[in-house]
């Protein structure tokens, strides 16, 4: 039985890690139409390298994702406080609402942002991708935050009021440092979900701001492409180094 | 004393604010959309008409929507048999062998999904490794014609979304009192009936949790069926972008789009349900 059930567990995990295997296997083929093997090249790094749209392109969808997650965390967090922290009216309703926009589809958030956007006159590019990806990830660190808010002690909050600290004084010193890990978690959620995502940025970019899920959305429609395949490596590579630092940096702090 | 009440004015200003501009008006605004007509020159004109709605159910648009469902549907249950035993297995786990399993159910987020869904196709081509591995083992004589067909864009939702179904499971599971299970067994409970009558209704909301984060994307995620599908499979998603992008019928887009709000909710009022129905503790009624 334990048997079994370790084997199936090897086998979800080969099914979620195979397609990726295979890329990376054919990011190193010399070939470049058929999918038989011709030997090791290095010249699909070579040409991702040069291929400065795509490069661009990478670059942009990390900035968006850095900036996103850092301005859903501050919004996120100050929410998170504000909920369950005071009594106000609607905080009921926002309260609903951050678990149904959590929840939405990303086409509806997607299609429901270019309305607002349109009707705005905002031009699309880089500030409305940033706002519509701040969108996404807010709900999520908001109620990740929430989570952890409402798992520790008022007294420590009342302690801190004794002696004499005022409301900001008690989030800077009290609030914050209890909830660090809960709002790095939700940090990174943030950035996942930003780099993850391309429908709502199909919508909400505009020409002026190419990103890359939508640079590969463009090139793979147009036929198969090796470098892409290059390209995926190095982002799975740099995803690796990125979740050991993290998983390393978590495992000091809890 | 002054400054402390102006934080909480701003923070409170701010929730309130960014929620409605963000969460409640971009809806709002979709709403009035699909309750409008549609005009050459202004995009739209406000009508108060529920002809777009009666539109998306006459021949083409409800096979889309039938299509799409069903197809989705499969999705959701392939993802369901697949992630319970996996989800099940995981809780039973111990703590280092979770933290491992986990971290890499969640490191495939990482590489884009249209990514991953590029992966499939590299997999599924007449050429690719599906193929090669039939033709060395001889089920097949030539290369099956995998990729552009409805079952490649399931293999690739599946492939997708999978994760999505596993978190929630897991997490409901590992909540699971074990102590519920050990007094069915004591009162003679098999094993089919243990799953049955006692861990599904404490797991449901998991459960429900998991489809609706498998069921909803399954219907919207549009470039999966344009790499996977090709021409020939269309998702809600990719209707409702056309609407959008190609023939500018805005008020037909915005009803589809409602009409996914509105599944999206019966999904929440159905885990809510749920949800109480566990804390009314009538587990086995």
Known sequence: ?254 | MRREGLFRRLVITGTVLWMAVFGFLPNMLVLGTSVCRSSPDTFVVLDWTLSNYLALFDGVHAQIFFSSISLSAAVTLCCLILAYPFASAMARATPAVRRIVLLLVVVPFWTNSLVRTYAMTVLLNTSGLVNRVLLALGFVDAPLTLLYTSGAVVAGLVYTLLPFMILPLYAALDRLDPRFEEAARDLGAGRWRVLWHVKIPLVLPGIITGCMLVFLPGLGMFYVADVLGGAKTMLVGNFIRDQFLLTRQWPLGAAASTLLTAIMVVFLLVYWWSQHRIHEGDVNS
């Open chain 1, 1 to 254: 039985m334990k048997t079994l059930r370790r084997i199936y567990v090897f086998m979800v995990l080969a099914f979620l890690y195979i397609p990726l295997a295979v890329m990376v296997v054919y990011s190193f083929n010399a070939s470049r139409y058929s999918m038989a093997w011709k030997g090791f090249s290095l010249q699909w790094y070579a040409s991702l390298w040069e291929n400065s749209a795509l490069m661009t392109a990478a670059l942009n969808s990390l900035v968006v994702a850095v900036v996103s997650a850092t301005i859903s965390t501050l919004l996120g967090t100050m929410m998170a406080f504000a909920l369950t922290r005071w009594r106000f009216p609607s905080r009921k309703v926002i309260g609903a609402t951050l678990f149904v926009m959590m929840m939405s589809p990303d086409i509806v958030i997607g299609i429901s942002l270019l309305v607002l956007f349109m009707l705005a006159g905002l031009p699309l590019g880089f500030g409305t991708l940033l706002l519509a990806h701040v969108t996404l990830c807010v709900p999520f660190v908001a109620i990740v935050v929430q989570g952890k808010l409402h798992g520790f002690d008022p007294h420590l909050i009342e302690a801190a009021r004794d002696l004499g600290a005022g409301d900001f004084a008690v989030f800077r010193h009290v609030v914050v440092p209890l909830v660090a890990p809960a709002v790095l978690a939700g940090w990174f959620l943030s950035f996942t979900l930003s780099l993850d995502d391309v429908v709502i940025s199909f919508f909400t970019t505009g020409p002026t701001f190419e990103v890359l899920p939508l640079r590969i959305y463009s090139m793979v429609r147009l036929g198969f492409k090796p470098e892409i395949n290059a390209l995926c490596t190095v982002m799975i590579g740099v995803t690796t180094v990125a979740v050991g630092i993290a998983h390393r940096f978590f495992k000091e702090n809890t």
